[in-house]
């Protein structure tokens, strides 16, 4: 596979993300040239593969500014002055309030176009980076009145050589949405682990799936996510304060589960739960764009892959699908993602060839 | 492997719960009768080889009930009464009601230990049961002081068969526990997956695995978590009060994040976080039979069909499997879960035929 990218790419910043950057496009056999203010960490990602040290001479097409949130204006700008052929980006997780810094700040922000890949981990550094870090996940770019859309094509190269999913998007728009999807889960996976502090053990060690995964997220480090939620905080409130005022419902039905209303008010919260589950795309949940068929099958080699061969001769592309097997039971059950379409046909075509659709 | 467990076993609800046990206690042998209201539950479990129907002369050494939260205690009554010698569980979220319930009750109680099985998914049904779904996981006993020592040996040799790791905890301390581990949590991934409903899809796109986890359980059953919750409310209600006086203090952090101290606020609550989370004991939620692979495919009719007919071909019999595809991408990735002797094998094989293994 050879890379979309042109020229070489400087990658300032060698904590998760940049050095996820630097390891998936020197795999592609781009120029990576790494720089770090901290040069244990620049040395454990040269090491680690992700490129090679910056020096006298470098004439990146490309900067990409992975640094923390409140230095991020700061650096880009310096670097648009250091590199006057250059395009300079960020990953920020916070957009709009570094491109007013930089337009406050008269850097010539028509070579700046900020972008940010929706990945991350709990763990930072350049240990915890991995080439497929963006695989499949959405790589925002935020154009704005100055840029161009040749800029975004050459970033777009670059998120889809790392096996991203490009989407342009408005600075604004952008930021609005990651208080959606990003800071108010992160603040209230902080808030539900909490609790855990000062609970017993006999109840810790109760800790199922459920609790695991609300509280992922609460092991993120808080001095980034600090700056983060600060730089957000204004649009992270409107949807805090909506989630506390539906609290305060489920605190009065709590307090007296018997009144007039009280059983209703819990079922309202639980089904609206449901409801915004089902807003997420792909595999979690229930995907509105798509509809579920559930196939039994013999718990045998092949008959999955027979099962997919037939449906590839009716000329049905699965969106999505999910295979579960209990160990010991007689039969696997197949759950296949479909658009709402095909999913009628479908399910006759499956039936009529023999298959035990549920 | 033999069971431990000694003597007929009798379950009463076949769904998820009660058919997973069914499940795993029939793949060691055990006898288990089954029995459910509704005719066509308790066909779907019989097929899928839960055990076989409930007759006359049935002679029960067990009887696990496995019915919604709000008729346990009915049932266990009718099932002391109805099989004299038996040894009477349920397997329900909350435990100190019912004991109270059937003790005002006057049913003979120093027959009835009650059980709650920390395992669980989203959906319900016989059709989501695995034999496997208590694997590693935490299975309370709730002995109280009519019970013996002696029958919480009997149910935690029925919890060791089922892989489950047996705890015992009276049930006023297992109820506080769950508040904590699991009804708060539920509750609060409910009130987060809300604010997804009327977010625009440009935010809802931009969905990551931070989200996917944090609100992974609000996809449960409102009517089964109005009862649980309900049951429990007294004991919920301080853990989420709590969190709502914490919430109170991110809201004013975040309304003026440039404040004396607001930098500080947010900062406490994300390390409370971090504090949080270390207190949850490792492991016990991953698959601890499997390996897993993943293989990227392009995004085409057929190439997962091909994929798995080669699979086929290698005489290789997949655990679990697991589809991503994301909107947009060129490439889906498919997860594929064997057993650990295999799994080296297959790699080499998959990508000698030229597939992309990760």
Redesign the interface.
């Known amino acids: 596979m050879s890379a979309r990218t042109r020229g070489q790419v400087r990658v300032v910043g060698t904590g998760l993300l940049g050095t996820s950057i630097g390891l998936g496009l020197s795999s592609l056999a781009v120029d990576v040239v790494l720089d770090d203010v901290s040069p244990s960490t620049l040395a454990l990602a040269v090491d680690y593969g992700a490129g090679r040290r910056s020096a006298e001479g470098d004439a990146p097409a490309v900067v990409v500014v992975a640094v923390p949130p409140d230095v991020v204006a700061h650096v880009v700008r310096a670097e648009l002055e250091r590199f006057p052929d250059a395009l300079v980006t960020d990953v920020a997780s916070v957009k709009a309030g570094p491109l007013a810094a930089l337009r406050a700040a008269g850097a010539p922000i028509e070579r700046y176009l900020g972008s940010h890949p ?3 981990r709990e763990r930072g550094g350049p240990i915890a980076a991995r080439a ?1 870090l963006f ?4 790589w ?1 770019l935020a154009p704005h009145a100055d840029s161009t859309s040749e800029q975004a094509a050459v970033l777009e190269a670059l998120a889809l050589d790392l ?1 991203a ?1 490009p ?1 342009r ?1 408005p600075a604004e ?1 952008h930021d ?3 208080a ?3 800071h ?14 000062d ?2 053990d ?19 480090d ?2 980034l ?2 700056q983060i ?2 730089a957000n ?2 649009r ?2 409107p ?6 005022d ?3 419902a ?2 009065a ?3 007296d ?1 018997a009144a007039a209303g ?2 209703r008010s ?2 309202d ?18 995907d509105l764009r798509t509809t579920t068929l ?1 196939v039994l099958v013999d ?4 008959q ?2 027979r099962l ?2 037939e ?2 001769e009716l ?17 696997g ?1 197949v759950e296949l993602a479909v658009t709402p379409e095909v999913a009628g046909g479908l399910e006759a075509d499956l039936q009529h060839r023999g298959w035990r659709v ?1």
């Open positions: 929706m990945a991350g497929d695989l499949g996940r959405p925002v096996g999913v989407v998007l728009r609005d949405a990651v959606i999807v990003s108010a889960p992160q603040l209230v996976s902080s808030l539900l682990a909490a609790r855990l502090v609970a017993p006999h109840a810790t060690d109760l800790a199922g799936q459920g609790l695991r995964d609300t509280t992922r997220i609460a092991g993120s808080p001095a996510w600090v939620l600060s905080a204004s992270i409130l949807v805090l304060s909506d989630l506390r539906d609290l305060d489920v605190l039905a709590l307090a589960p009280a059983q819990l079922a919260v639980l089904a609206a739960g449901n409801d915004g589950v089902a807003r997420i795309p792909g595999k979690h949940g229930v559930t718990d045998r080699p092949g999955i892959a997919l061969t449906i590839g000329g049905v592309n699965l969106e999505d699908m999910r295979l579960e097997h209990s160990p010991g039971a007689p039969i059950i549920a």
